[in-house]
């Protein structure tokens, strides 16, 4: 069986991003980034729906000491109420965040002889964060065989984004498809006991259940 | 004063890039990464480093559990004994290591409003790592432009490598030029007391130093 590893936040993106890797025929090793974020709690949702769907996975701990975004930093205010269409690249962004996710993926594939990586990012439904587009993802393509032992030995490590050009009704839908258990992920930027519904990622949830027309679950873990 | 982020592992080469960012004008931050290396004591050197040179720095703790190392997995053996030109990469290649500290670099240097990260990686006296070279070096400068968010708004994050081309015996030179304090740099691989000798890193150091006509100050720290 191929190995693939997966990115996994446990979010609606990248919940939906390992059951379509499975569904692809890959046996994935999921990597769950503890990085002191504010929703740390998306960890534990992570860790459920790797179980769930039957893979191993890391729970990999890293510290940005610099912080620089308001996903780290709680003292920053969250943005909402605001267009989701607004321009510019919002304070949730968290400097290389992807970049640094995506490194240690690639260590881990190598390590593992793992020769696909998926990553739920998207570019339509989204903050704009930059790191989440397909011309950075080709850039991390061509990087990666260039400082890889297997991009050397011409063994590509393929970066997979099988969400990036999908709005979020169609991934909404895809998941139901898939049967993602969508009453494990939790996508809210803030730590509370349910999604505050106001971030921009409670908002883009909501726009997708709505737009899809399927009634988001009750939140159960 | 311009800023940079500097990586420091506490060996010569680290060592000499910093007092080199520092003869051209940069305020240095250092990043000394804690990856639970076999030779943990190079932190301590890379400490004293940063202190005597008067910068600040942080410790990045990370954690690699997939290995895939003789630096990280004890039960692997450390090439010795061998020609320092042989071919292949050896067991001391860590999978996308300067990958993953290139990357934390760059969060940090965006986060401190850092427009360049020095980094002491040499493609002429090394060991093959793939991710030393300067075409890998190229391929992450373009990757940045893309993933970062000073990328989008034009503002170049620069990739600085001042030893990328030099011999060890050059670099050696440079360093007594530049007063770097050699006799706080520790390169060896294995964990001991003092520099085993026998290790990649030693007889690259050792090669250096000798063909520099230059005496290695004894070990202090």
């Known amino acids: 069986m191929r190995k693939a590893v997966v990115l996994l936040s446990g979010g609606l993106d990248s919940a939906t991003t390992l059951y379509d890797a499975q569904s692809k025929g890959f046996q994935c090793h999921c990597l769950i980034f503890d990085y002191h974020q504010r929703h740390r709690r998306e960890i534990k949702s992570a860790g459920a729906l790797a179980q769930k769907a039957g893979c191993s996975y890391s729970i990999v701990k890293i510290n940005l000491p610099w912080k620089g975004s308001a996903l780290l930093d709680t003292t920053m205010a969250l943005p909402k109420d605001q267009s989701l269409t607004r321009q510019g690249i919002p304070p949730t962004y968290v400097p290389a965040r992807n970049i640094i996710f995506l490194s240690f993926a690639a260590s881990c594939a190598e390590a593992i002889g793992a020769r ?63 049967k993602v258990p969508l009453e494990l992920t939790w996508s809210c930027y803030k730590g509370g006991a349910q999604p505050c519904g106001a971030c921009d990622s409670c908002r883009f949830r909501a726009k997708g259940f709505s737009e899809a027309q399927i009634k988001d679950p009750a939140f159960k873990i």
């Open 116 to 178: 696909n990586i998926f990553i739920g990012t998207n570019a339509i439904d989204y903050s704009g964060y930059p790191d989440c587009r397909p011309e950075f993802m080709r850039s991390f393509q061509v990087m990666l065989a260039k400082g890889l032992k297997t991009g050397i030995e011409k063994k590509t490590i393929h970066l997979r984004t099988p969400l990036i050009r999908k709005t979020k009704a169609q991934i909404v839908k895809l998941a139901v498809r898939l």
